[in-house]
């Protein structure tokens, strides 16, 4: 009897990496598939609900264009995390190597594609993150999230498939609540957060906004807001000053019901936040984080904002008077909240985790 076929995963510790990681990971292991998991020392607690046999760590390291010396440095363990990541294909014998993007996956992947085994990277933003651009030129496919993605290498072009972004079990189980219905004397309730630890700028400027609201739009609304630790006290003092009706606390395990239960999120537009906004189908505020290399969530917010769902704000003018402004607005419109909602839903690939695995499993000479 032959052994069920082994599919090695490789991601970078963070939520933005691991959560689609872990998505294709469930699939995967639902329909009768080995997965390991190859990562950094970020990924903490993490490991512990992972779908993965094993989860490995190999040398790597983000090269800075900022020193000569770093970046030599750099490359230096990227070499050597090839050669263990040789040893570590040769001893496991996975069928498949699949990467999410960060440097830890560039010695797996690379030392995968060197060994002739298949290999697929798996882009979620808009723009092809460094690592994986690194990686495009040797890959058997490039799975991408976004229906257009920039930075793609000419000679990746004819691997790109279309999966979309693989979202969490919780998200498609939020997806199944309808969009909360709102009348004119209904409570609007508004989901803030920046982060899987929260954003200090969401903590500065939203409870500011409120400050700016007649005592009328403030009786309309409902906050929830994720805050840092260090800001929880001032954001629950400034709320208080209002008297508006809110939740802040540091973090919420449930975060993608709260978002199905929202009428509007303000948050930043990470890959996954965006995909989940999508899947949900919720409209939103989306501040991109500022001075990113690859301006990857700025691409990310633009596949919402470009249909209607969401409206994206530099952070040079997410202000307290222009979220006021834009609060004011949808209250007194609550149709397009609505109307915001329907097409972030459109947008959404609820089945993208399915999709991706179908494409591994042909890879792994699988039959589904």
Known sequence: MSRPALIMICAGGTGGHLFPAQALATVLREKGLRTILVTDERIGALADTFPAEKVISVPSATPSRRSPLAVISAIGKLSRGVLVAQGLIRREKPDVVVGFGGYPTVPPVLAAAMLRVPTVVHEQNGVLGRANKLLARFVTHLATSALTVKGIPGSAVPKVLRTGNPVRDMVIKASQTPYPAITASDKIRLLVFGGSQGAKIMSDVVPQAMKLLSPEHLSRL????????????????????????????????????????SHLVISRSGASTVSELAVIGRPSILVPLPGALDQDQAANAKTLSDIGAALMLPQRDFTPERVAAELRKRITDPESLTKAAIAAKSAGVPDAAEKLAALVMRLARVVP
């Open 222 to 261: 409902v906050v929830t807001q994720q805050a840092r630790e260090e800001d929880l006290a001032r954001v629950r003092q400034a709320y208080a000053e209002t008297g508006a009706e809110c939740e802040v606390e540091p973090f919420f395990r449930d975060l993608p019901q709260r978002i199905a239960d």
